[in-house]
Nanobody, 124 residues
Framework: QVQLVESGGGLVQTGGSLRLSCAAS????????MAWFRQAPGKEREFVAG???????SYANSVKGRFTISRDNVKNTVYLQMNSLKPEDTAVYYC??????????????????WGQGTQVTVSS
């Protein structure tokens, strides 16, 4: 049984930083595509960043240059380092796990497992 547990969310001021972690259990983490999505109140869930089994990385345009995704296949954990945070980054952030692919899908339907979400709030 695959489980994803996010941590690291919180309240931060504009310009601050947070590091999200997602610990995975079950299945084969090293061959999975891992991604972060977010959902703000009243908005649809959107892709933030993703990393394939072989290190291919993709970012949403809105976070390029500010966020960094990485993975540790020994710890079965994926990270999202978020710098220069803005109020519009406020959302619930979800970790997602999908099948092994050559590219990183940006559509939520391609991911099979989801964490419970962690709240990120950026104050102005």
């Amino acid at each position: 049984q695959v489980q994803l547990v996010e941590s690291g969310g919180g309240l931060v001021q504009t310009g601050g930083s947070l590091r999200l972690s997602c610990a995975a259990s079950g299945g084969t983490f090293s061959s999975s595509t891992m991604a972060w999505f977010r959902q703000a109140p009243g908005k649809e869930r959107e892709f933030v960043a993703g990393i394939s089994w072989n290190g291919v990385i993709s970012y949403a345009n809105s976070v390029k240059g500010r966020f960094t995704i990485s993975r540790d296949n020994v710890k079965n954990t994926v990270y999202l380092q978020m710098n220069s945070l803005k109020p519009e980054d406020t959302a619930v952030y979800y970790c997602a796990r999908g099948a092994r692919r050559g590219l990183v899908p940006t559509v939520a339907a391609y991911y099979d497992y989801w964490g419970q979400g962690t709240q990120v709030t950026v104050s102005s």
